[in-house]
């Protein structure tokens, strides 16, 4: 996938980050953060767009992925306040409490084009499932919401899982039932979340599908745009 991106490099301190956002909003997507339950809601090139960068984010482990997902349509759906979207590797180090600092300097970016590799981020994916699988561990997305901002902490592997689920998540979503009349399909849930200490419910982000409207207008990805014309009766 190409992604269309813009590139920030905001210093604090003696550091600095690479940050990119994408250079067009995704209008129609928005998130919730997790309280323990979250819900993104989006369509089909939301959630296609968002795959991208997940994939992006899994190979770029020096890169900051900043979404913002509170200034597309407000949605008309889900509890609590939008927030924005933050995806960054265990290993840069980066603290919540940094980020309004690094978001208010995020001016004047750098026009960015970038392609993912899906078939790199399939394999990834795969080892993750596969690592899974074969030691019963769970290697889990760290996460916490400050400044109106949601942010996933993880590393190659889990970003790629999340990806490839997303890219799924994209293609099944047009095709659920009822939602060319304007309903949210369900598509299932963020895989695992680091749940917070002291139990209760477990922290998930629902995903769901919901295309924009008009919805006359909606069809799903390869049919045809119009209806075809009925043959005129035989006289």
Known sequence: MRLR??????????????????RHPLRHTSLRAPDPIGLLLGDH?????????????????HTVVHVPLRD?????????????????????G????????LRRRLRQGTPLTVRTDEA????????????????????ELRHATHARTLFFFGDRATFAEMAVWLAQAAGHGP?????????TAYMGS?????????GGHP???????????PYAHFRPPGAPASRPHRPAAAS
């Open 5 to 22: 991106l813009r590139e920030f490099r905001p210093r604090t301190g003696p550091h600095e980050y690479r940050i990119v956002q994408p």
């Open 45 to 61: 090139d939301g959630l296609n767009r968002l795959a991208g960068l997940f994939s992006f984010a899994a190979c770029s482990r």
């Open 72 to 92: 597309g349509v407000p949605p008309d759906e889900g509890v609590g306040e939008p927030v924005d979207l933050v995806l960054a590797h265990h290993s840069l």
């Open 94 to 101: 980066l603290r919540p409490s940094q980020w309004p600092e």
């Open 120 to 139: 790199r981020t399939a394999r990834d994916a795969a080892a993750w499932r596969a690592r899974q699988e074969r030691t019963g561990s769970r290697d």
């Open 175 to 183: 095709h659920q039932k009822g939602v060319a009349e304007g309903h």
């Open 190 to 198: 963020m895989f695992p979340l680091a749940d917070t200490p002291g």
């Open 203 to 213: 922290v998930e982000v629902m995903v769901c599908f919901k295309a924009y409207p």
